[in-house]
């Protein structure tokens, strides 16, 4: 039960925060001699984090469900954000044997939290005209989708990427945020959904992975509005050091 906590909380936390899940997901196991949740478990984790997702934002996704049929502002904005998930969804297809070797290099995964660290700190460079996600554009989806796509590398910061890219593109800080999370959900759902239904056939819905799915979702919920408040105050520095210093670290633990 004590390691379903503990994976909960490492989903939770860095799924959000701009310091890379799936590279904490590798190193942690490391660092602790702890056995790392296996494919299906973490999938099922990250339903815990749409958990968080949904209702964090949930008054976006209540006007973006009911608006789909009346709403044109809302068709358009739902468009943007299936667009901007082309990009990791087809990246996932084609290089999935490749991230998996990827993964099993430790120094690897560091160099990856270094490239990430001096990502966020390139963002003070990017602040522009602040925008709303509704105001962006099909051009904005695709440099946006592509930076997830980059985070498909373990190390790579997805919300670390998408943030910086959509500061690129002049979304302010939380708005970036808030687009890169809506545009997370059909791709977390999905993922979550089809291995729930395996562990669920396959009789492995136990009640440590129950309790680490919750977990995983109060977390995630803290680790969204922490984020929101840091980077309205501070932008996306604080989580660059720290990617740089945990790049490092693992570079030289390895």
């Known amino acids: ?6 994976w909960g909380l490492v989903q ?5 925060l701009p ?37 964090y934002y949930r008054l976006d996704a209540a006007w973006l469900i009911r608006g789909l049929r009346r709403d044109p502002a809302a068709r358009r904005t739902a468009l943007i954000l ?15 044997e490749a991230v ?38 099909i051009e904005d989806a695709v440099v946006i989708g592509l930076a997830q796509a980059l985070a498909l590398l373990p190390g790579i910061s997805r919300s670390g990427m998408v943030i910086t890219a959509g500061m690129m593109r002049g979304l302010s800080e939380d708005q970036a945020a808030r687009f890169g ?5 059909p791709v977390i759902a999905g ?28 977390s995630g919920y803290w680790a969204i509005s922490l984020l929101i408040k ?3 105050r501070r932008g996306l520095w604080p989580f660059a050091f720290y990617c740089l210093a945990s790049g490092a670290a693992a570079l030289i633990w390895a």
Do not use: K, N, Y
């Open 1 to 6: 039960m004590l390691e379903a906590i503990v």
């Open 12 to 16: 939770g936390l860095t799924e959000f």
């Open 19 to 55: 310091v890379s899940s799936s590279g904490h997901l590798r190193l942690v196991p490391d660092l602790f001699g702890l056995d790392p949740p296996d494919l299906a478990a973490s999938a099922v984790l990250h339903l815990g984090t749409l958990i968080a997702v949904l209702a």
């Open 82 to 96: 299936a667009a901007a998930t082309v990009p990791a969804v087809a990246a996932g297809v084609f290089l999935a």
């Open 100 to 137: 998996e070797r990827f993964q099993e290099s430790t120094g690897a995964v560091g160099a990856a939290l270094i490239v990430t660290g001096v990502v966020l700190l390139s963002s003070r460079f990017f602040a522009g005209r602040p925008r709303r996600a509704e105001e962006t554009g």
């Open 181 to 185: 999370f809506l545009m997370a959900v």
């Open 191 to 218: 993922a979550g959904a089809r291995e729930a239904l395996s562990v669920a056939e396959a009789g492995a819905f136990s009640p440590e992975l129950i309790v680490g799915t919750a977990v995983a979702a109060v």
């Open 230 to 232: 840091v980077l309205l």
